[in-house]
């Protein structure tokens, strides 16, 4: 079943999402991790929000504790500055244009 992500960093800006996902994404943030169907990102009224689904919760879980977590917690030059408020679900209804 498909696994859905939000991350609201609060105070973020788009150039430390730029340097974030870059980092953690790869081909310096132009592609997709593996398991990972969707990606949307963008400014929020208390800072910056990243909106994904994976296609099952395991794979969010490898890619949150095998790349994102451990290249957060080392820092990331000009990345975000504290960890994001994070909400899952799991996904009952998927559509696409």
Known sequence: MP???VHR???????QYEASIG???PNGGRDLPEGQLFHAAGPSPDGWTIVAIHDSRESWERFRDNTLMPRLQAGI?????SPPEETTFEVENQQTA
Do not use: I, N, P, S
């Open 9 to 15: 960093f609060a105070g973020a800006t788009k150039e």
């Open 3 to 5: 696994y859905g992500v």
């Open 77 to 81: 030059e000009g990345g975000f500055a």
């Open 23 to 25: 980092a953690v994404h």
